[in-house]
């Protein structure tokens, strides 16, 4: 398989949000729905303070770092002997992302809030291409010409 690191890198980081995207736009629709809420009833200022919810908050990060981990593996797909490096270049799609919304004013978010999740991207990336790279070794088959074979 020829190494494409550059076709990895898009691949993944776009498996990655269309994931990330479905994901939490699912896990909103259903914590919208047990609250009793439609989507064609709510104005900004009620989208905002639905999405400022700790628990809605907690289930998007947990979509964004599984998307980051599956986006690592799919990155890793494309080229063994930079797995790794793949793995944490995937996530530069949320990363840029991350950083957009904490300079707008779309959000309050602490720098520490930003700091950790910004390094906790690629280490998700890095994860996943890792995890791709031990699990996926084909297993070696068995040498008949040992002397237990004979």
Excluded at 9 to 33: D, H, M, R, Y
Aim: charged share 10%.
């Amino acid at each position: 398989m020829k190494s494409r690191p550059f076709t990895g890198i898009v691949v993944g980081s776009l498996a990655a949000l269309l994931f990330a995207f479905g994901t939490a736009t699912l896990a909103s629709w259903i914590f919208a729905s047990s609250t009793g809420a439609t989507f064609s009833g709510l104005d900004d200022q009620a989208i905002a303070a639905l999405s400022m919810t700790p628990a809605l908050r907690v289930v998007g990060y947990l979509c964004v770092f599984m998307a980051c981990l599956l986006g690592g593996a799919i990155a890793a797909r494309f080229s063994r002997l930079q797995s790794l490096a793949l793995g944490a270049l995937s996530s530069w799609l949320f990363v840029g992302l991350g950083v957009y919304s904490a300079f707008s004013q779309a959000r309050d978010t602490s720098l520490l809030e930003l700091a950790g999740t910004l390094l906790a991207l690629p280490a998700f990336g890095v994860l996943g291409a890792y995890l791709h790279r031990r699990f996926s070794r084909a297993v070696a088959p068995l040498d008949r010409t040992l002397p237990m074979w004979s």
